[in-house]
């Protein structure tokens, strides 16, 4: 699930296809007609499905249509990189402990809208990301993996945000094989 650029999307594809990950992406859903991901998806060959949220006026729709569509794809874990809505329990429930989110902060810290611009104002020293598994708590899901990026003098939120997404490039991956793990050997033999 991807709302925006894509790079997180781009950088599991290539984590299943070059390895280390042996996994595979089977559908990218965004709810931006014309983003970024959407484009890379076409250009990496991934099926692509818009379910834009403007047509859904309340959010268990959204998941209830999100939720159809991860079923007929048949997947086994899904991973919002980049998904800029709060999910319900329609899918929270469907895929338990199955759910992963990449967040540009290190949790608890700095939850919610803007991690990096909520570290900048804040001052800290050290930043950095989190995947987790995502609950109804929003960013409060059980940590799979964090990633420490310090705060350099100088830094905005453009320079800050390019560090901080080379280090969630790098944990995504990593969390989806920790999450995927909890599946147990049936599961991950069949896909």
């Known amino acids: 699930m991807a709302s925006g650029n894509?790079?997180?999307?781009?950088?599991?594809v290539a984590s299943c296809r070059q390895g280390p990950l042996n996994?595979?992406?089977e559908l990218l859903v965004v709810n931006n007609p014309g983003c970024g991901a959407q484009r890379r998806a076409e250009r990496l060959g991934v099926a692509c499905q818009v379910i834009d949220h403007r047509l859904h006026p309340q959010r268990q729709s959204l998941d209830q249509a999100l939720l159809l569509a991860f079923q007929a794809a048949r997947v086994d874990l899904v991973v919002m990189a980049g998904w800029m809505r709060i999910?319900?329990?329609v899918l929270i429930d469907a895929f338990p402990?199955?759910?992963v989110n990449i967040h540009p902060s290190l949790l608890p810290s700095f939850a919610g809208l803007d991690g990096i611009g909520q570290a900048l104002a804040a001052g800290v020293a050290l930043t950095g990301c989190t995947?987790?598994?995502v609950t109804e708590q929003v960013d409060g899901g059980p940590i799979l993996v964090q990633a420490a990026v310090p705060v350099l003098a100088g830094d905005d939120h453009s320079s800050l945000s390019r560090r901080i997404h080379q280090q969630e490039h790098r944990?995504?991956?990593?969390?989806v094989a920790l999450a995927a793990q909890r599946l147990g050997p049936a599961r991950l033999d069949q896909g």
Do not use: D, K, Q
């Not at 894509?6 to 599991?12: I, K, P, Q, R, V």
């Not at 944990?171 to 969390?175: E, H, S, T, V, Y």
């Open 97 to 99: 402990a199955r759910l």
């Open 131 to 133: 995947a987790h598994l």
């Open 171 to 175: 944990i995504l991956p990593l969390a």
């Open 87 to 89: 999910v319900t329990p």
């Open 23 to 25: 996994a595979v992406v």
């Open 6 to 12: 894509g790079s997180n999307f781009e950088a599991l």
